[in-house]
């Protein structure tokens, strides 16, 4: 896939054709990681803060271990 250097005020955009968007799951407004490696532009979604998922759970031992103020409440919406 190709596209092209636009300006963008003082600065340079690429704009990300619909099918790169949809099949990356962005949205307006994420925030991407910009690298250059090996002579490449490389482009990462940022991974968002949110809740640990159970993976990231069961993997914690006591020296790496959530604090208690980090996990929010647990009780569904009964």
């Known amino acids: 896939m ?4 636009q300006p963008w005020g003082n600065s340079m955009a690429v ?5 790169v968007v949809n099949d990356m799951k962005l949205k307006q407004g994420d925030a991407l990681q910009i690298d250059v490696q090996d002579g490449a532009i490389v482009l990462r979604p940022v991974k968002k803060a949110g809740h640990p998922t159970l993976a990231e759970m069961v993997g914690q031992s006591h020296e790496n271990a959530y604090e208690a103020s980090e996990i929010v409440s647990w009780r569904g919406e009964q």
């Open 2 to 5: 190709e596209t092209k250097i």
């Open 15 to 19: 704009r990300l054709p619909s099918s």
